[in-house]
């Protein structure tokens, strides 16, 4: 999608590292690793920022998109618990604070969407060994019937496969089961940082890179369109982030069913990482943050959507980043365990009003999208909370 012609403004770009970049941008010449890599060294943060704004303006114009979703996070009883060092989120089954929802219990949260907005649900949690095929197509099913009208976000690449697993079943029966129980889509959360010299340190028993890619190709094959993620901020290098952006590139130029990029910020604090890297207290820098999303947008030239996801990172970085190359913010969130367990400091959920002022604030134009990335509405001056 082409709103405008591409205008970059070189002037305003101090460091000839990345005026070159943009000789590339502006002449339709894709990015390299290395590219990626010199505008992650960059010191000329503005001047990524420019290039990434005048893409992201041609593709989108003004208009900054947010979805009405609502989290459910049914179970944090994970076998990983030992070994995902970064996350504090995870419990042993007899762990304190370990709970599992009954399928009545996902309800009861789920009909808050009665009342309000929600028009997605975004679930995902633990790999549960008592959470199998059966317990989330009953999950599935017993939400499309009560509130059918909500469109079903669930389960990571890593729950996927999990679930295969304990199942003995292939990726391809498990999604193929979880589509017709309700699946529409899926969330990209479980990829952390591709390189295997990194997942070593940070998540040695987690899906790898390439079967992480696979399920998202399997689930592609069926018409499961999926998100992706990068955790970024912990021991990864900026060439360890290239490499994992190539990845989600290629699979992108082959299948085309990722729907949006979102890179997710590191947070160091009740997590076994943090207290190793020295690091507790101390999060992503709003820099380091807002390259990621500049760099993302444009590196993955065949990704549409760049999303930044303000309960990692703030709201107020979410609302700068808009001039960075993103065009979709997290939405009306409803209740976020998963982050604020390792020190996210933000509110857990924001108000239509709330979401529509920020995106205000920044001079764009607030639009409600589905799913899908379809624009639903537009606002007046006038916004129901
Ligand atoms: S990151 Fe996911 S897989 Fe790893 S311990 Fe936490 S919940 Fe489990």
């Not at 943009?22 to 503005?46: I, N």
Request: hydrophobic share 45%; aromatic share 8%; charged share 25%.
């Amino acid at each position: 999608m082409t709103v405008a012609a591409l205008e970059i403004p070189f002037e305003r770009i101090a460091d000839p590292a990345v005026r070159r970049i943009a000789d590339k941008v502006a002449a339709g010449t894709r990015l390299s690793q290395a590219d990626g890599v010199a505008l992650f060294d960059s010191r000329d943060l503005t001047g990524v920022g420019i290039l990434a704004d005048a893409v992201n303006r041609s593709r989108h114009g003004d208009l900054v998109t947010f979805a009405a979703n609502q989290h459910i996070n049914p179970t944090n009883i994970c076998t990983l618990r030992k070994t995902c060092v970064f996350c504090g989120y995870a419990r042993l089954p007899k762990e304190e604070g370990a709970y599992r929802y009954t399928i009545e219990q996902v309800m009861e949260e789920a009909r808050q969407a009665k009342q309000g907005l929600t028009r997605e649900f975004h679930i995902v949690g633990g790999l549960d060994m008592q959470a199998g095929l059966a317990y989330y197509t009953e999950m599935f099913r017993a939400l499309k019937a009560e509130l059918p009208h909500v469109h079903i976000k669930a389960l990571t690449a890593v729950e996927i496969a999990h679930i295969a697993r304990i199942e003995k079943m292939s990726w391809v029966e498990v999604l193929a089961a979880l589509k017709e129980a309700g699946l529409d889509t899926m969330p990209g959360g479980g990829a952390e940082t591709f390189s295997a010299a990194v997942r070593e340190e940070i998540a040695n028993k987690k899906l790898g890179a390439a079967d992480y890619i696979g399920v998202h190709r399997a689930a592609h094959g069926l018409g499961i369109r999926t998100n992706s993620t990068m955790l970024y901020g912990h021991v990864e290098s900026h060439a360890d982030r290239m490499e994992h952006l190539q990845m989600l590139r290629d699979l992108q130029d082959e299948t085309g069913g990722f729907l949006a990029y979102i890179p997710l910020a590191y947070h160091p604090d009740d997590n076994e990482l943090g207290k190793r890297l020295g690091r507790q207290g101390i999060a992503t820098s709003g820099v380091d943050d807002l390259k990621n999303l500049a760099v993302g947008r444009l590196f993955l030239d065949n990704f549409a959507h760049i999303k930044s996801h303000w309960i990692m990172v703030t709201p107020f970085v979410s609302q700068v980043a808009l001039h960075y190359g993103v065009n979709d913010l997290e939405g009306t969130v409803v209740r976020e365990k998963i982050y604020h367990a390792v020190g996210a400091q933000t509110t857990q959920a924001m108000s239509l009003d709330e979401l529509v002022r920020l995106i205000r604030g920044a001079g764009k134009v607030p639009a409600e999208r589905d799913s899908f990335y379809r624009v639903l509405r537009t606002f007046d001056e006038a916004v129901a909370a």
